[in-house]
Nanobody, 125 residues
Framework: QVQLVESGGGLVQAGGSLRLSCAAS????????MGWFRQAPGKEREFVAAITWNGGSTYYADFVKGRFTISRDNAKNTVYLQMNSLKPEDTAVYYC??????????????????WGQGTQVTVSS
């Protein structure tokens, strides 16, 4: 079992940056691939980024490529999402989760579990 707590959200102007953190409890954190998802009001949860257990590979949704970077520090049981060049359409609650199975689709939310409570990101124009 892994418990996840996100932090780092807030209000930022368009073009600004934020770094989200997801702190995990449990000694098995390093064995999981991790992902970030987001959900805007009235919209479905969508994939943002994922990283393999050792950080060797990363995957991004097309709409964040070149702007967001996912990373992890297994010694600190933490995964990060560095978000640059933020846009108003990035406004959402951001969630981290651990990948529990692999369907072959890096972005499939159904493969993930142990969801955190989310952190709000608001980008003003």
């Amino acid at each position: 079992q892994v418990q996840l707590v996100e932090s780092g959200g807030g209000l930022v102007q368009a073009g600004g940056s934020l770094r989200l953190s997801c702190a995990a409890s449990g000694r098995t954190f390093s064995s999981y691939a991790m992902g970030w998802f987001r959900q805007a009001p009235g919209k479905e949860r969508e994939f943002v980024a994922a990283i393999t257990w050792n950080g060797g590979s990363t995957y991004y949704a097309d709409f964040v490529k070149g702007r967001f970077t996912i990373s992890r520090d297994n010694a600190k049981n933490t995964v990060y999402l560095q978000m640059n060049s933020l846009k108003p359409e990035d406004t959402a609650v951001y969630y981290c989760a651990a990948r529990l199975r692999y369907s072959g689709d890096d972005s499939y939310a159904g493969d993930f579990g142990f969801w955190g409570q989310g952190t709000q990101v608001t980008v003003s124009s």
